[in-house]
């Protein structure tokens, strides 16, 4: 064998990331876990940990002060949080969601002016696309923006706002032209300060899971924002929302892998020492089979997320279909594995003395969010259909 053959697998330095965000991920996170979900707190101990390490926002440019990681280096940092704590993982994973927009499209001058702040960890970053009665059809949204000389000023509510009230910018879509002849060219998107006015977090949604993470209503009653913090050019927000998802997908398929993965190391570590009928709940061939199927599928999942966020950081064209498909199977695979893993914990798996249970609570939201699962499948069918 030639150990020097490099084709098909991760770099050194991804490994090397790796190994960092895991010894960081156990002692700084991992102890934390548990609290911040049963009192449904924000991770603070995590953030300050991934802040002071430079793993918060590792994928924006050295240009603007950041550490200028690849997407799978991004995706393996979410993935090794999640691993330990779901909640904690939305840091880095909202981070790149919130600025990926302007990195895509905004003007230099305004990415000069959010992405440093964002870089240094003095500032995270949140994502407003979804209305109460535009989730899945986002060109129906109502929130609007209209401008006033050298502002525009914006009225409406936005909803499920992932770490909304601990952000400090917001990039928001709204209508800006209500009379285009197709919805979707009448959508801007925008940069908004926690500090303009107008501006106002609601209440936190009370959620199943990723309790430590607030998700809120964000509302804009005239908030007036410099007329520059534009993000590309009037009717291109939701082409823009849209791209993004195509970039930051893979993100939530390596949260569910993450959160797939821890389940299955603390069921393996679980069955190895309960003992039943005088042997090791391990030694029993229908836990050994269900075991081998869990990790066939993270692993297979894994792969598929580390090659969206591949083909998405050399800019390939059509991601849709293959930045669906990593989110829509993680996701699919992290609800199944941490089912069988409260199962093989039996009765325990059902108290939250252990943290299976908070796994398969946490993971139902990858199924959910940045697109349900149905969506992804019709995203996938029509890149299918259109050949």
Known sequence: MDPS?????????????REAVRSLAENEIAPHAADVDE???????????????????????????????????????????????????????VNKLGTVPILLSASDQLKKQVLPSIAAGEAMC?????????????????????????????????????????????????????????PVDGISAFVVHKDDPGFEVGPKERKLGIKGSPTCEIYFTDCAIP???????????????????????????????????????????????????GRAVADFQGVQFMLADMAMKIEAARHMVYVAAARAERGEPNLGFISSAAK???????????????????????????????MMRDAKITQIYEGTNQIQRMVMARSLLKG
């Not at 084709?7 to 990331?17: D, K």
């Not at 009665?133 to 992932?162: F, P, Q, Y």
Request: hydrophobic letters at 40%; one cysteine or more.
């Open 227 to 277: 007329a520059d913090r534009i993000i590309g050019e009037p009717g291109t927000g939701l082409k823009t929302a849209l791209r993004t998802l195509d970039h930051t997908r893979p993100t939530i398929g390596a949260q569910a892998v993450g959160i797939a993965q821890g389940a299955l190391d603390a069921a393996v570590a679980y069955v190895k020492e309960r003992k039943q009928f």
């Open 5 to 17: 053959f490099g084709t098909y697998q991760l770099a050194e330095e991804h490994e090397a990331l």
């Open 328 to 358: 829509c199977y993680a996701s699919d695979v992290a609800m199944e594995v941490t089912t069988d893993a409260v199962q093989l914990f039996g009765g325990a798996g059902y108290t939250r003395d252990f943290p299976v249970e908070r």
């Open 39 to 93: 009192h449904e707190r924000y991770p603070v101990e995590a953030r300050e940990a991934l802040v002071k390490a430079g793993f918060h926002a590792t994928h924006i440019p050295e240009e603007y002060g950041g550490e200028g990681a690849d997407a799978i280096s991004t995706c393996i940092v979410i993935e090794e949080v999640a691993r330990v704590c779901a909640n904690s993982s939305l840091i880095p994973a």
């Open 126 to 182: 949140s994502y407003a696309l979804s209305e109460r009665e535009a989730g899945s059809d986002t060109a129906s949204m109502r929130t609007r923006a209209r401008l006033d000389g050298d502002h525009w000023v914006l009225n409406g509510t936005k909803c499920w706002i992932t770490n909304a009230g601990e952000s400090a910018w917001y990039t928001v879509m709204a209508v800006t032209d209500p009379d285009a002849a197709k």
